[in-house]
């Protein structure tokens, strides 16, 4: 049975897992977007948001994240759409990996869909059902580049 005196404390510790989970989410080498059950954008890191104003060969359009070459696009529709199955053991596994070409010379992106779990979700948005992550490979060899000259 608890106590007035441990409500502050649920409180605080709910608001240090807050705190901490948005941390993290920021601080990604990644873009990271959490998908809502229709695959509309509900929440994204900066570095997520940067990519997509790029329009590098991803966008945000209508509230959803898109592919800018209409081939490639289907091939990540795909991808969110799965990741909304049932999971029944007859289905395919829910979401993959894709690599999305961009329109500069760049790498292309690495984007990895998956499902959510249920349950709960510390972030304070509506509960996402989907995970997409994209990796800039161009972006992680400078990062790892510059970390190592400034260890030596």
């Not at 990644?30 to 809502?36: F, V």
């Not at 007859?90 to 760049?106: H, K, L, N, Q």
């Not at 995970?131 to 580049?145: E, G």
């Amino acid at each position: 049975m608890g106590t007035a005196a441990s409500a502050p404390r649920v409180r605080w510790y709910s608001a240090l897992r807050l705190a901490a989970s948005e941390t993290a989410f920021e601080h990604l080498r990644q873009g990271l977007l959490l998908l809502d059950a229709q695959g509309r954008v509900i929440l994204m890191n900066h570095l997520a948001a940067q990519m997509l104003a790029a329009r590098d060969g991803l966008a945000l359009d209508s509230g959803e994240l898109h592919a800018r070459r209409p081939s490639v696009d289907v091939a990540l529709q795909a991808l969110i759409g799965g990741v909304h199955a049932t999971g029944s053991r007859t289905e395919p596994p829910s979401g993959g990996v894709m690599a999305v070409p961009r329109f500069s010379d760049r790498r292309p992106y690495s984007v990895l869909v998956t499902r959510l779990p249920g349950g709960d979700f510390p972030l304070g948005v509506e509960r996402p059902s989907a995970l997409v992550f994209v990796s800039d490979r161009r972006r992680d060899i400078v990062d790892q580049h510059v970390h190592l000259r400034g260890a030596g």
